[in-house]
């Protein structure tokens, strides 16, 4: 892969041979602006980071934790292009600059969450469990080939991620680069082979029905196979997949320290190892818990932020001909440092009482939500007998641009179901909790 090709300025969804205007903004720049006006990314405000439906102000929203992502990749991919710069000469040719370089990283990382369903990784396992195990979920099965299959029993919010930054209705038309960079695990759910030893294959990025798109990005940016059901990873999605490694481990757990789940105490051994002879104790004193993290937290990015820049340069090379494959974070010096931070968050975060009742509750409202649409739309396009006043209550609450014609039980219902998980997999957590609500008689409107 050549990094003449992979920082291409070109957009996807525009007319081939489109030549970009050159204007104030570089085109990467215009990618964070589309991304930071856009309806999908807005709704990451009201989106789970850890904490379900949070009551403190402080705590992290997806909205907040993607914004800080983006200036951690924004730095990363600066310093990352200096890098390139200096050792190719090849690309002055193409005017670009080290901040366009950061500017790709930086919208990438934007958008790593933007695909999130309401509550967080809950969600995601809730909409799978919906297909895999609930009778009204798995009578859909027959209608589907096998590939769509594996794709509704297997949400992932990656691929939704793809999926609405390359949709015609979003109209944000990314360059592929961004598109690229955002795409941690190129490859379909449905594969073959999964080679467990490469990270970009630990997941999938696309559904089956993006194929095209991703393929038409592959062949724009000269990014090759790694198997025949596979690509390698564009280089720079190596940084935007550091950048959120290293925000939600240190900022995961300033906001345990922060709600009591972890003393400061322990935050502050599990942070020395990073800091080395940078930390000064004298500096904690006489200040309040929340400014103390807040260095903390500073410093040590920071810190995290320099080996991971080393890292790359370090596995550039490697990376361009396919054969790097592991996050940079476990490759640093700090890599034993960080897997000891998400041993204790997984055990005091990330399973404390309060994330487990309320992802508990997340399950049984995007369950509910999809009980209720999905039968509606299988009682009416292919059980029609059974399709009840109920039932047209129900779809009546759709987006008014959902397709609600040429179903039926000769015609595949994959597009069908993929917009209904785009209209539940797009709610906030509080409109989710409360459609829910109504739609179970729990609530009314008004009362």
Known sequence: MKWERLLSRGRFGEKPGFIPTQAARSEFEVDYDRIIFSAPFRNLQDKTQVFPLPEQAFVHTRLTHSLEVSS???????????????KYPNLKKTELSASEIGGIVAAAALTHDIGNPPFGHAGE???SDFFKFHPK????????RPEQWVDLCNFEGNAQGFRILV?????????????????????PSFISHRDIARRSQKKFGFFINQLSDFEQLTDFLGIEKSSEECWFRHPLAFLVEAA???CYSIIDLEDGCTMGLVSFEETLALLKPILGDKFDSKKLQNRTLSQNLGALRALTIGILIQETVEAFAQYEESMCKGHFDKALTDVIPSAKALQAISELSIQNI????VVLEKEAAGFQVLEGLLDVFGQALYHKFYAPELFSGQDKSILRLLPEDFPLKGWGAEVNPYPLLRQLIDFIAGMTDKYALNLYRRVKGISFPGV
Not at 80 to 85: D, H, I, P, R, T
Request: glycine letters at 10%; charged letters at 30%.
């Open 350 to 353: 990330y399973r404390s009482k």
């Open 244 to 246: 959120d490694d290293i």
């Open 72 to 86: 951690v990749g924004r730095s990363l991919g600066k310093a990352a292009g200096e890098y390139l710069l200096e």
């Open 167 to 187: 949709s015609k209705q979003n109209g944000l038309k990314l360059t592929y680069a961004t598109l690229a960079a955002f795409t941690k695990y190129p490859r």
């Open 125 to 127: 396992e809730a909409i």
């Open 137 to 144: 979920g798995m009578a859909w099965e027959k209608h589907l």
